[in-house]
């Protein structure tokens, strides 16, 4: 499974706020098949098969040009492990629990 990290930036949209670009490109992300998405601060992150991780980026990329956006940054960082099965939860416990047993929680 790939986890990717994305954060898309709309350039030249006259505002300094970019909430109502995210609120539609996690109604856009709603709509793709095959995947799991996490939305933070800062960015998306979207799991699944890397098909399905690449089909969503390129729809999130869209979205701000759908909007009137002239110009779209996007910034993608994908995590690709095919030894092991995971997820961003499963990294984030397994971490937890190395902290858990060296005694710092």
Do not use: C, W
Request: negative net charge.
């Amino acid at each position: 499974m790939a986890i990717a990290e994305v954060t898309v930036i709309p350039v030249g949209t006259g505002s300094t706020s970019l909430s109502s670009y995210v609120a539609q490109m996690q109604r856009v992300l709603d709509q793709q098949q095959g995947i799991q998405i996490q939305l933070t601060p800062m960015s998306t992150i979207i799991e699944g098969d890397i098909a399905d991780v690449f089909k969503a980026i390129q729809a999130l990329h869209e979205s701000p040009f759908e909007q009137g956006a002239g110009r779209v940054s996007t910034a993608v960082k994908i995590d690709d492990r095919r030894d092991h099965p995971t997820s961003a939860q499963y990294k984030i416990d397994s971490v937890r629990n190395k902290l858990e047993h060296s005694g710092h929680s």
